[in-house]
């Protein structure tokens, strides 16, 4: 079989660096990372968060092959930051996002309402318990 083990998609190997930042010499103000041991969910978030940017000129991503475990993410700014400066704020910026997602998600889905309040939807909207008393979901079959 052609897959590789499965540990292999994520564990680094002695020595391996999971980022390598090669400058470019024919664009100005422009870098190529190597990100290895990741795949399309971190290379188009990233992609994505630098193109919201207004330093960011050009960002794009490629994954060379699918049973190689890294992608390359190209990166050209205007010149008032380097690319590696300007994906370190990227990543501060969305960790700071899949935070407050985490927090908004616990705090919606908690398992049980505490102080006994109205039973309210996703969207806030009062919930009658009808007859489904005592249980936190609904059997359709």
Same mark, same amino acid.
Request: hydrophobic content about 35%; overall charge negative; aromatic content about 10%.
């Given at each position: 079989?052609?897959?590789?083990?499965?540990?292999?998609?994520?564990?680094?190997?002695?020595? !391996?660096?999971? $980022?390598? $930042?090669?400058?470019?010499? /024919?664009?100005?103000?422009?870098?190529?990372?190597?990100?290895? /041991?990741?795949?399309? =969910?971190?290379?188009?978030?990233?992609?994505?968060?630098?193109?919201?940017?207004?330093?960011?000129?050009?960002? %794009?991503? /490629?994954?060379?092959?699918?049973?190689?475990?890294?992608?390359?993410? /190209?990166?050209?700014?205007? %010149?008032?930051?380097?690319? =590696?400066?300007?994906? !370190?704020?990227?990543?501060?910026?969305?960790?700071?996002?899949? @935070?407050?997602?985490?927090?908004?998600?616990?705090? !919606?889905?908690?398992?049980?309402? $505490?102080?006994?309040?109205?039973?309210?939807? @996703?969207?806030?909207?009062? $919930?009658? @318990? %009808?007859?489904?008393?005592?249980?936190?979901?609904?059997?359709?079959?």
């Amino acid at each position: 079989m052609n897959a590789p083990n499965r540990y292999e998609l994520y564990v680094l190997e002695e020595g !391996e660096r999971s $980022v390598e $930042v090669s400058e470019d010499t /024919k664009i100005p103000n422009a870098a190529t990372i190597k990100i290895v /041991k990741q795949d399309h =969910t971190l290379a188009n978030l990233l992609r994505s968060e630098l193109l919201s940017m207004p330093q960011v000129l050009f960002a %794009g991503y /490629k994954v060379p092959h699918p049973l190689h475990p890294y992608f390359l993410l /190209k990166i050209q700014t205007d %010149g008032s930051v380097t690319p =590696t400066q300007i994906l !370190e704020t990227a990543c501060t910026k969305l960790i700071g996002a899949i @935070a407050g997602l985490e927090s908004k998600f616990q705090r !919606e889905f908690t398992y049980k309402d $505490v102080d006994g309040g109205i039973q309210e939807d @996703a969207y806030g909207a009062p $919930v009658s @318990a %009808g007859n489904f008393e005592g249980r936190d979901y609904v059997d359709l079959f």
